[in-house]
């Protein structure tokens, strides 16, 4: 009996423990938006709202008229930016039904004249889209 009270609780502090470390965790408000990254008191912040599907020159353009918590000097992340966004606003961590979309997100970087990265929130792929495509748009800002 001493047993198998023993590895009864063993098993169910060991699921606890597990439970703690796979949670689901939003990135901290700072600066208007989810803290992405900061070091030596610069950073990258995105924004919590998804702006929208829209093509390439309308996500451009929202961008650079996006002003919330007070800053406006927002803009469309590039490549880089989303390498460093997808770990913390990926949908497994967040959770799905929440303000991001399981889908394809503009980034600023272009390919030619007519095609530009693309960032897919769920899974870290990029891939080109011709920019009359119609993606999802979040903004970004450094500080």
């Not at 023993?6 to 796979?22: C, E, W």
């Not at 590039?78 to 997808?86: A, P, R, S």
Request: charged share 20%; glycine share 10%.
């Amino acid at each position: 009996m001493y047993k198998f009270t023993f590895l009864f609780l063993f098993t169910f502090s060991g699921l606890g423990v597990f439970a703690q470390t796979n949670t689901t965790r939003t990135p901290p408000i700072k600066e208007g938006g989810y803290l992405i990254y900061e070091k030596n008191g610069h950073g990258l912040i995105a924004s919590v709202k998804n702006l929208g599907k829209m093509d390439y020159t309308e996500a451009m353009k929202a961008c650079e008229a996006y002003a919330e918590g007070g800053f406006e000097d927002w803009k469309l992340p590039t490549k880089e930016d989303f390498d460093l966004i997808h770990p913390k606003l990926n949908l497994k961590k967040m959770g799905q039904g929440g303000l991001f979309q399981s889908s394809w997100y503009w980034t600023s970087t272009e390919k030619d004249k007519e095609n530009a990265w693309t960032h897919n929130l769920n899974n870290g792929v990029q891939s080109t889209y011709f920019k009359d495509f119609k993606c999802y748009v979040i903004a970004v800002r450094t500080f």
